[in-house]
């Protein structure tokens, strides 16, 4: 399964972290009725991005071994020292 975000929507957020940590914060609500908050940490190193996963009314759903797909094309706080791709591919691993 893939999550696509192709741009900020009026009640979504898209938020980016300090860049000397290279910490990415991302907050998305109003996604197909339901409230999910990621977070992305990347050592930026050859160590895989470590994600966590917290998600609210979707319970019944579970995640493994995916890949989120993030757009970066209407990121209103990106900062260009971040180097955020367009089409930036993430591991994304969940523990359940």
């Known amino acids: 399964m893939t999550f696509e975000f192709t741009n900020c929507m009026d009640k979504d957020t898209f938020v980016l972290g300090d860049t000397s940590t290279n910490y990415i914060k991302d907050t998305f609500t109003n996604y197909t009725e339901n409230t999910f908050t990621y977070h992305i ?8 991005w470590n994600i966590e996963d917290t998600f609210l009314n979707y319970t019944e759903n579970i995640f493994m071994n995916n890949v989120i797909q993030i757009n ?10 971040v180097k955020v791709n367009k089409d930036m591919r993430i591991d994304k691993r969940i523990e359940v």
């Open 41 to 48: 940490e990347n050592s930026i190193t050859d160590f895989m």
């Open 72 to 81: 970066a094309f209407n990121t209103l706080n990106a900062n260009e020292n």
